[in-house]
């Protein structure tokens, strides 16, 4: 992609009419999701999901391979069936609606370009199934080259762009129908990492421009943490977690949703004490007992889980002050990841436990080296409860 290409997109073209968010209920729920379920033999891909996204918002489905996205999001446009529920986009109710009667488009993993066609035609094509009058045909497919910037590319071959570039015209092509849900899989699969990075933010401008409404699946947790207005975690074909980037990573509501958003530091033990304010937690991993800065609802003794963030844990050299959330070990392995380092301490009683300590941090302290002895803590408000 060239520089031209990935920059800022000042110069994008106006939004397509028609397609401003609203307000109210309508707004709110503007695709509804209600009790699906989809069924291969007796394998069930979809189980009773639930969901409401808002109209103009950059939604996405976040999962490992087999979780029921994909299926989920195959559902809305209408190439797969469904077994039982409703799904309503605007308030209409698309059972009866075949995929072409949809308004809903979809941009594909491969981006499916014809490769026989220039740019243009292949943005033109969709349109010209749909009997566009060649005039408002050549207006509308010329917005939406300008919208993500590939207008002086229109008479080239799709052989003849880069990956980003070719994403592009897959873009100008599903939003140039101007579809009330635009749905994505996997956008960015097909990038290179770097590129991939600086499409995310270009993408995002884009849709926040036209101000469409977006669906989309990925099982990059970076690249839905980017872009996504709010996300939901899927497992077996059923929703664990919903709420924004923020909300699911730092309080996931599982062990489940803790491991997959990024990487943490479980610790299993069991209450001690429980207050409105605070919850102790004894735990064999480390001589001193757990403490959170706020209650739980369970008895005393109840099996609990504490998840702690690797940028939540600061390493030193001395013994730490307090009777709580420290612990003692050995530097077993260092990763440099250029604007900070990733420390695995093993823990006198066999824990390993990862710290992310930024490269400024280091600057301020006598580094620890493969082989060290130190220690490892966190306050009391980084700890999650986990109960399940």
Not at 84 to 94: P, R, T, V, Y
Not at 246 to 264: D, L, M
Not at 300 to 324: H, N, Q
Request: a negative charge; glycine letters at 8%; one cysteine or more.
């Amino acid at each position: 992609m060239s520089s031209d290409q990935s920059g800022a997109l000042a110069g994008a073209a106006a939004p397509f009419p028609g397609l401003n968010a609203e307000v109210g209920d309508a707004a709110e729920n503007f695709v509804q999701i209600v009790d699906i379920v989809k069924k291969f033999g007796e394998t069930v891909a979809v189980n009773e999901v639930n969901l409401s996204v808002k109209k103009g918002e950059l939604f996405a489905l976040l999962g490992s391979s087999g979780c029921g996205k994909s299926t989920l999001l195959r559902m809305l446009a209408g190439l797969e069936s469904i077994t039982s529920g409703k799904i309503l986009i605007d308030g209409e109710d698309l059972a009866q609606l075949p995929p072409y009667r949809r308004p809903v488009n979809m941009m594909f993993q491969s981006y499916a370009l014809f490769p026989h066609m220039t740019v243009e035609a292949n943005v033109a094509f969709g349109l010209k199934q749909e009997g566009v009058p060649k005039s408002e045909l050549k207006d509308r497919v010329q917005t939406a080259l300008d919208l993500v910037q590939m207008g002086r590319f229109a008479k080239r071959k799709p052989h003849q762009l880069s990956g980003g570039q070719q994403q592009r015209v897959a873009l100008a092509r599903s939003l140039v129908k101007r579809p009330k849900l635009l749905l994505l899989d996997e956008p960015m699969s097909a990038l290179d990492k770097q590129i991939r990075q600086r499409t995310q933010i270009e993408l995002v401008n884009i849709l926040d421009k036209v101000g469409v409404t977006c669906m989309m699946v990925t099982h990059d947790q970076e690249e839905a943490m980017t872009m996504a207005d709010r996300l939901a975690v899927m497992s077996e074909g059923e929703i664990v977690q919903l709420g924004t980037p923020h909300e699911v990573y730092e309080f996931p509501n599982s062990r489940f949703s803790a491991e997959f958003i990024g990487s943490t530091n479980l610790f299993d033990g069991n209450v001690v004490e429980d207050e409105p304010d605070h919850v102790f937690i004894e735990t064999p991993d480390l001589p001193v007992r757990l403490y959170v800065s706020h209650g739980i609802t369970g008895p005393l003794g109840m099996p609990v889980t504490i998840s702690v963030r690797p940028e939540r844990i600061a390493i030193t050299r001395k013994p730490p002050e307090g009777t709580y959330n420290w612990g003692k070990g050995v530097v077993t392995n260092i990763a440099y990841m250029g604007g900070y380092s990733l420390y695995h301490v093993k823990l006198d009683a066999g824990k390993t436990v990862i710290a992310n300590v930024t490269s400024l941090a280091l600057t301020e302290i006598d580094p620890p080296t493969w082989g060290d002895e130190v220690y490892v803590r966190w306050s009391a408000s980084a700890g999650v409860v986990l109960t399940s």
